[in-house]
Nanobody
């Protein structure tokens, strides 16, 4: 059974930085893309970033491009989201997610089968 456990959320002032981590277990981590999504109160879950299984390819939502960086360490079975220049509109619960298919990069939330419990990120103005 695939398990994803996020950590690193918290309260930060606008302009600050946070680094989220997601530790994965239960299958061969290096064969699957990994993604981050977020959900703000009253809004739908939205795509933030995805990274390929090798880490060579990354894609970002326009709203975070240039401020957030997704990376992974396949030796540690962990994916990261470095968030810089945070804005109040980045406030949300952040989830890491994994697809069921190997070697596939997708961005739609419905295409991800495994989700972490989420970690709260709050950016104050």
């Amino acid at each position: 059974q695939v398990q994803l456990v996020e950590s690193g959320g918290g309260l930060v002032q606008a302009g600050g930085s946070l680094r989220l981590s997601c530790a994965a277990s239960g299958r061969t981590f290096s064969s699957y893309a990994m993604a981050w999504f977020r959900q703000a109160p009253g809004k739908e879950r939205e795509f933030v970033a995805v990274i390929s299984w090798t880490g060579d390819s990354t894609y970002y939502a326009d709203s975070v491009k240039g401020r957030f960086t997704i990376s992974r360490d396949n030796d540690k079975n962990t994916v990261y989201l470095q968030m810089n220049s945070l804005k109040p509109e980045d406030t949300a619960v952040y989830y890491c997610a994994a697809p069921s298919e190997e070697h596939t990069i997708v961005v739609g939330a419905s295409l991800y089968d495994y989700w972490g419990q989420g970690t709260q990120v709050t950016v104050s103005s």
